[in-house]
């Protein structure tokens, strides 16, 4: 169990439609980031809050978005679905080290699985 | 740009060493890991190395880094058939180390 926890574990639903995937990191961790698995991309960084704040962004769609919250727990929303967008969310979390560094490891949650028909 | 390659699939035989390798395409990166995915799981960090070190070992993992050709490789001992499982290899981006690219993955099978 790496502690940081994800919901829904699996999620099913229909093209057009906008979901919310929900993020709880590890205990004492600041940063919280968001990767998307698919057979096609792979494994593919979306997005990053640090104590709140977008610190970085990668691949991540128009349509999709996220914030972090002051409790740090963070969410992932999906809007305007395609059959593209099923994948494995991840969300990991991580701990700086002084001076703003990461530790070098990330914490992966079990991921939720996003299917659109 | 970014890019990181490995072989998709590996077959060994239960109690054989298992090398699986990779390449990467970004002289900056920090550190290089080496994550393993079970099933229906999320991803496990095996061991990482820095991005200044030739070899790092771990019980029985040992990862080999030549940064002149950009070439990343994990070797486990004694490959049991717990060991089954995707492996990942991975590079942080320069300045941010949890932003990663990740391989395509490896399937590595354990034959009893």
């Known amino acids: 169990d790496s502690g940081v926890t994800q919901t829904p574990k699996h999620l099913i639903t229909a093209t057009g439609q906008r979901v919310t995937l929900r993020c709880s990191p590890r205990?004492?961790?600041?940063?919280v980031y968001w990767y998307q698995q698919s057979l096609d991309q792979g494994l593919q960084f979306l997005i990053q809050?640090?104590?709140?704040?977008?610190?970085a962004k990668g691949n991540i769609l128009e349509r999709f978005s996220a914030q972090q919250f002051p409790d740090l727990h963070s969410e992932l929303n999906l809007s305007s679905l395609e059959l593209g967008d099923s994948a494995l969310y991840f969300c990991?979390?991580?701990?700086?080290?002084?001076?703003?560094?990461?530790?070098?490891?990330?914490?992966f949650g079990e991921g939720s699985r996003l299917t659109v028909l | 740009g970014e890019d990181v390659e490995q072989s998709l699939f590996l077959s060994v035989r239960e109690g054989d060493s298992s090398v699986i390798n990779c390449t990467y395409t970004?002289?900056?990166?920090?550190?290089l890991y080496w994550y393993k995915q079970e099933p229906g799981a999320g991803l496990q960090l095996l061991t990482y190395?820095?991005?200044?070190?030739d070899m790092k070992q771990d019980q029985r993992l040992t990862v080999l880094l030549n940064k002149k050709d950009k070439h990343l490789s994990l070797r486990i001992a004694d490959t049991q058939t717990g060991d089954s499982a995707i492996y990942f290899c991975?590079?942080?981006?320069?300045?941010?180390?949890?932003?990663?690219?990740f391989g395509q993955g490896t399937t590595l099978q354990v034959k009893p």
């Open positions: 991975a590079e942080s981006i320069k300045g941010n180390t949890g932003k990663l690219i």
């Open positions: 970004d002289s900056s990166s920090t550190y």
């Open positions: 205990s004492g961790d600041l940063s």
């Open positions: 809050y640090y104590n709140g704040e977008e610190r």
């Open positions: 990991a979390s991580s701990f700086p080290t002084g001076g703003g560094g990461i530790t070098g490891e990330l914490f």
């Open positions: 190395i820095f991005s200044n070190m």
